[in-house]
Nanobody, 116 residues
């Protein structure tokens, strides 16, 4: 069955870095656009970044441009999000998502907490 499993979250100090991973299985990963979303307590889920199926094109929310980098390894069926210069307001559950046409899959999320 389809699985998206995020990992790499945790507690980090403001200004610190984390690298999230999303391991995919059960579908043809290389054919799907992949995205990272986040949802803070009491807020709507928001798009952080997405990357084309081949990895040649990516886009970011304005709030993370220059600090976050999305990447993928289609040979390993894995999506990544490198997050630098993290801010307390970026505390949230981070989700990965796979989309192709009308098919959409979500992971269960990984908690990122940015706090002194």
């Amino acid at each position: 069955q389809v699985q998206l499993v995020e990992s790499g979250g945790g507690l980090v100090q403001p200004g610190g870095s984390l690298r999230l991973s999303c391991a995919a299985s059960g579908f043809t990963f290389s054919m799907y656009v992949m995205s990272w979303y986040r949802q803070a307590p009491g807020k709507e889920r928001e798009l952080v970044a997405h990357i084309s199926s081949g990895g040649g094109s990516s886009n970011y929310a304005d709030s993370v441009k220059g600090r976050f980098t999305i990447s993928r390894d289609n040979a390993k069926n894995t999506l990544y999000l490198q997050m630098n210069s993290l801010k307390p307001e970026e505390t949230a559950v981070y989700f990965c998502r796979a989309v192709r046409g009308s098919s959409s899959y979500w992971g269960q999320g990984t908690q990122v907490t940015v706090s002194p």
